[in-house]
């Protein structure tokens, strides 16, 4: 049978408990509060057309970016099709921007296109171990 001083010594614990989870629900989500921040990939080079900035609209290239990449590369590798319209080096050539010093950066670094939101998802990128991680112009500045 538990005292009544342990008994006492647990309702204060709970209470504290109960304390604590309300304070820390109120506190703002910012990374100084220790969560992760939502990505902010850099803008890309250019625009499609005049309505749309990417070759689909924004929430279908977030959402299915993937199979796009995967259909493009299976067409290519297995049925010869080279089209650029989902292709990974024109992604990279719009997408990866270079910084204010003119440097492209590569995809181990967080401000790389890919990385920004493939890092906050906690998605493996496995693309670069065989393709350039940088706009095919960062490439033929080094040769």
Request: aromatic residues 4%; proline residues 8%.
């Amino acid at each position: 049978m538990p005292t009544p001083s342990l008994l006492r010594n647990l309702g204060k614990l709970c209470l504290g408990l109960l304390l604590s989870l309300a304070v820390s629900a109120d506190e703002p989500t910012t990374a100084q509060s220790g969560r992760v921040p939502l990505p902010s990939p850099p803008t890309a080079k250019a625009t499609v057309s005049d309505t749309q900035k990417c070759v689909e609209p924004t929430e279908n290239i977030r959402r299915f970016h993937g199979q796009y990449l995967r259909h493009q590369r299976n067409d290519t590798m297995h049925r010869g099709i080279r089209t650029t319209k989902y292709s990974l080096v024109e992604c990279i050539n719009c997408h990866v921007t270079p910084s204010s010093e003119g440097k492209y950066p590569s995809v181990k670094t967080p401000d790389h296109f890919c990385r920004s939101c493939h890092s906050y998802a906690a998605v493996t990128v496995d693309c670069f171990d065989c393709h350039a991680s940088q706009p095919e112009i960062a490439i033929t500045k080094v040769e």
